[in-house]
């Protein structure tokens, strides 16, 4: 039967869908007396998963996944712009970056007009959807940061999105929902959320809520309305229309293929029932997936006509109203009804969507890849500070031209929730490290340009990219060379450097030409066998450097005799009380077996018996019973109790005046080395792991764990995303009554920077140099998941196992480092806080032969910034403009010291130039701060904030201040001295 009026449909939806402007403008009229169900056509756009990004963008390799997203943006732009009434969202900004560029300007016009008048609506605004468990917060705000200016550039405020939408990541991180409010986002949308907590916050009408970001930032600056959607980011079952579908379309002619009819009434049940679990007279509907909308006309044909069938069953009693809509224009709606939301304040992980189905493999799948990630993050701020410090014409120096912005969008990309999470295929983690390494190449070019305009040399600058496996041609050829040891941070650092040497001793001098401590000492038959047996230099040089805040110094080594043996003294364990100390701590082995015995705090008279070892997880295959098995995506051990890599460890002690260390062997394919350096305030363990052998047809997962005498109560602390410290509870969720069915990967959480065990008065911490699953499985325990190799997938789309090949095709091998802290609970904060960020952005270490710079040492701050605050971003923003990020370090009453506020004066920072004027911006930079303007959520609103004097920028507690400065740059040179 035809509806009335059907032959008016399109006529009657092209004057429908008039809009009046961007945002919250543009929504289309609902009806306050039906429950009005918001459709929201959209398409997930994975920045590579199964394919590469290019892949993806081009629609290449269609037989591995149909996606082409040049097509799905050209479908969509031209079927928005045939009917008025239609809307669309998008998120990914590194496939629009690149679709915008090959546009010709009619089409871009086009666009232009769509977002103004809200039809195509920009939700997100990152880059990519970030992950949110393996992504550091520096390269998740950056991320967002460059996606946002992007989109602000070409679209102005309509650009910039209200909504945040993080549909797909395994779970969702407390310091992002902080990240997200403090950029001006009014709300958050979810996907994935465990399902216990899904299904208890469905019987209590709670998917909705306010989700409170910081314990630090006074109300409602980190707080942000929170909507978990009905299913995941799909359609309701039955409603798909995509090609990639295989619901039949809606059907409305007279002929015996006619379903208008049951599809409407399916619908109608579907909204009824999804109303059931939310709180207002809206709900709001996904329409899209994966990839879809390459032929857009199939959706929108297909919803437009719902829309007008289902709103037709009003003249017949129907109380159910559809529209299109987005999901600001859904988000204003709950904003009207004023209701008051419930509190959220933990966060959303572990993910689970099955009894034993925790997504908590990801958390340390692809070490290697991890471990790039972070060192690439920590590099481009070396490049971007460096090419702030030196001016506009550090792109064209003397070794050519050198560009950040490849770094940038690098690793942007690597932040996507199938990158850093170790969730993609192999040859897209192949790809991504590609990308990467281009971008290291073009930073590279810039900083040797930096380095030489303020240090006054055109010396060809060497950068050692293996020094891991102790590999440099320059100091294993050269008899007279330099060393240039470049400071990210904002406080002076101490930095060991280790480089590969053939000859016996060196003489190394300071930026003053004072002698240096320094020592050749052998290679360890580790680092031998990783950089393929006997090749390379026998012997490292072994000095401690040190640089000012934001700044280098130079240290020049000679060589003074060319033999190839060396007398240091050590031997193998035997010793009757095997022990490595320094003036801070003292490290006690057991001589029979060789493992970790215990830790002594000198200074504070603490002692610690503590045990360490390496252990494996046997990776559950599934089985007819119970199918999950461990897979990049779900971690499911086989058994609760891991096996021992080995019961005891073949150890050789290794003691000088520069170091201290003992080397253990635990088997063929593990080893670590323990090591002091006089001056250090931790143990640093360096670990070498793989290739883990799955010969016995079975996967495994390794993990570090450390084991002590102290009562936890079941309690462990992890970070968020590196910044903020959670309490975690084992077999405990704060907001459901847990019931718990895997007790190990149940109780893992994502480990971005450091885990700690505590009790009244000692605290263990455990730093970590990328991305790791950790928890504390027994009271007085610890461990990190550091490598895992499997032999099946986990059957969560992946279609493959994650069994990385490595560089010979045996079996990925993986070098890391944990730092070991010991200190009382009240003091522990002031070591931890500043260690981890040195881990994030280390020192980068460059060569040159000869002398080197003619300037030996240079800051570019005039002073160091208070030791409770961070130098987060600095980078040029056009000519004469730059970004700057100031962060407190500290969470309320974490220290006494560190979490009282400071106050920085911005005038006089800068050695390299000089401020001018300056403008507080939101937390993305996009967006000047006064401007901003947020919904509130019947929450207590926040202190105003005082008039911005630059010469007194004072910061609380975890609050993170951006500045967009005009500056004026100084000669090079003048003002560029010492500290």
Not at 526 to 549: C, D, H, I, K
Request: net charge neutral.
């Amino acid at each position: 039967m035809a509806v009335p009026g059907a032959a008016a449909l399109p006529l009657l939806l092209l004057l429908s869908g008039a809009a009046a402007g961007c945002g919250y403008q543009s929504c289309p009229p609902t009806r306050p007396d039906m429950l009005n169900v918001h459709l929201v056509p959209h398409s997930h756009d994975d920045v590579g998963w199964l394919k590469t990004v290019d892949q993806y963008y081009y629609g290449v390799r269609n037989k591995d996944q149909h996606a082409g997203v040049q097509y799905i943006l050209d479908s969509v732009v031209a079927h928005l712009a045939a009917v008025p009434s239609r809307r669309f969202v998008y998120a990914e900004v590194a496939f629009l970056a690149r679709w915008w560029q090959q546009q010709d300007p009619a089409t871009r016009r086009l666009v232009r007009e769509l977002v103004q008048q809200g039809r195509l609506e920009l939700v997100g605004g990152g880059w990519c959807m970030s992950d949110e468990a393996a992504a550091h917060y520096r390269g998740a705000l950056e991320q967002l940061s460059l996606g946002r200016r992007f989109l602000r550039r070409l679209f102005g405020a309509c650009g910039s999105p209200r909504v945040a939408w993080q549909i797909d990541p395994f779970g969702h991180a407390r310091e992002l929902a902080a990240t997200f409010a403090q950029m001006g986002y009014d709300g958050l949308f979810l996907g994935r959320v465990d399902h216990q907590d899904k299904r208890a916050r469905q019987q209590r009408r709670e998917l909705e809520l306010i989700w409170r970001g910081s314990d630090s930032l006074e109300p409602p600056r980190a707080d942000i309305f929170t909507g978990i959607l009905p299913n995941v980011y799909n359609p309701p079952a039955g409603l798909c229309w995509d090609q990639l579908c295989t619901d039949p379309p809606v059907v409305d002619g007279d002929g015996p293929e006619r379903n208008v009819d049951a599809v409407v009434t399916s619908f109608l049940q579907a909204a009824a029932t999804q109303a059931q679990q939310y709180r207002t007279n809206h709900i709001l509907m996904t329409m899209g997936s994966d990839f879809h909308y390459e032929n857009a006309h199939l959706w929108f044909k297909n919803l437009d006509k719902l829309i007008a069938h289902a709103n037709a069953r009003q003249a017949n009693g129907s109380r159910v109203h559809a529209l299109y809509s987005t999901p600001s224009c859904y988000l204003r709606e709950l904003h009207r009804a004023n209701l008051t939301w419930p509190l959220k304040t933990d966060d959303f992980f572990p993910y689970s969507d099955g009894p034993h189905q925790f997504w908590t493999g990801y958390f340390s799948s692809r070490p290697a890849f991890k471990g790039y990630e972070r060192l690439s993050s920590g590099f481009l701020q070396v490049c971007s500070q460096l090419e702030t410090l030196a001016g506009p014409s550090v792109r064209d120096g003397p070794y050519g031209p050198g560009d950040s912005s490849v770094l940038r969008e690098a690793v942007a990309v690597a932040q996507h929730h199938d990158a850093v999470a170790g969730t993609e295929r192999q040859h897209v983690a192949d790809d991504y490290a590609r990308q990467l390494a281009e971008g290291w190449d073009s930073c590279q070019v810039l900083v040797a340009n930096a380095l030489s305009l303020l240090g006054g040399t055109k010396e060809p600058l060497v950068f050692c990219n293996a020094l891991n496996i102790s590999v440099c041609p320059l100091s294993e050829a050269t008899a007279h060379f330099t060393v240039i040891l470049y400071n990210p941070l904002a406080w002076d650092v101490t930095w060991p450097v280790r480089l590969p040497v053939r000859a016996t001793s060196y003489a190394v001098t300071d930026p003053q030409g004072r002698p240096v401590a320094s020592q050749v000492v052998p290679v360890s038959g580790v680092t031998r066998w990783l950089r393929g047996g006997a090749g390379g230099a026998p012997g490292e040089l072994l000095f401690q450097a040190w640089a000012p805040p934001l700044g280098f110094s130079t240290f020049e080594v000679k060589q003074l005799s060319p033999g190839n043996t060396w007398d240091t003294p050590g031997g193998p364990s035997g010793d009757p009380e095997p022990q490595i100390e320094n003036e801070h701590l003292r490290v006690r082995f057991d001589p029979v077996t060789g493992h970790l015995l215990e830790i002594q705090n000198l200074p504070k008279g603490i002692s610690l018996p503590v045990f360490q070892s390496f252990y494996w997880y046997n990776a559950s295959a599934g089985d007819g019973l119970s199918p999950q098995a461990s897979g990049a995506y779900i971690f499911r051990p086989g058994a609760p109790t891991p096996v021992p890599v080995a019961k005891r460890a073949a150890t050789h002690l290794l003691k000088t005046a520069l170091v201290q260390e003992l080397q253990q062997n635990f088997s063929q394919w593990c080893s670590q080395v323990l090591r002091l350096r006089p001056g250090q305030p931790y143990l640093e363990l360096e670990w070498t792991v793989g290739p883990i052998p799955v010969g016995d047809g079975t996967g495994k997962e390794v993990i570090s764990r450390f084991e002590t005498p102290l009562r936890t109560a079941g309690r462990f602390y992890t970070d968020s995303n590196g910044r903020q410290v959670l309490e975690r509870r084992r077999d405990f969720r704060p907001t459901w009554n847990l019931t718990q069915t895997e007790p190990v990967a149940g109780n893992y959480y994502p480990v971005n920077t450091r885990i700690f065990i505590k009790d009244q008065k000692v605290q263990l911490t455990v730093l970590t140099d990328r991305s790791q699953g950790g928890s504390s499985l027994q009271d007085g325990s610890l461990e990190l998941m550091v490598h895992r190799r499997l032999l099946h997938d986990d059957n969560r789309g992946l279609g493959e196992a994650l069994d990385e090949p490595g560089a010979d095709g045996r079996g990925l091998v993986v070098r890391g480092r944990h730092l070991v802290l010991l200190d009382t609970v009240g003091d522990a904060p002031e070591q931890h806080r500043p260690r981890a960020q040195e881990m994030a952005t280390p020192p980068t270490v460059v060569l040159a032969p000869g002398t080197g710079p003619h300037l030996r040492q240079v800051s570019g701050l005039r002073r160091a910034l208070p030791p409770n605050i961070h130098l987060l971003s600095l980078e040029p923003r056009g000519a004469g403009a730059v970004l700057l990020r100031l962060e407190h370090l500290y969470q309320v009453g974490e220290s006494q010291n560190g979490s009282r506020a400071a106050t920085v004066d911005l005038t006089t920072l800068f050695s390299a130039f000089t401020v001018t004027s300056v403008q507080e911006m939101a937390l993305g930079g996009d967006v000047p701060l006064p401007s901003l303007s947020r919904l509130l959520w019947n929450t207590p609103t926040g202190a105003p904030r005082a008039r911005l004097d630059p010469r007194r920028v004072r910061l609380q507690p975890m609050e993170i201040r951006t500045f967009l400065a005009s500056v004026r740059y100084r000669g090079l040179g003048q003002g560029l001295g010492g500290p």
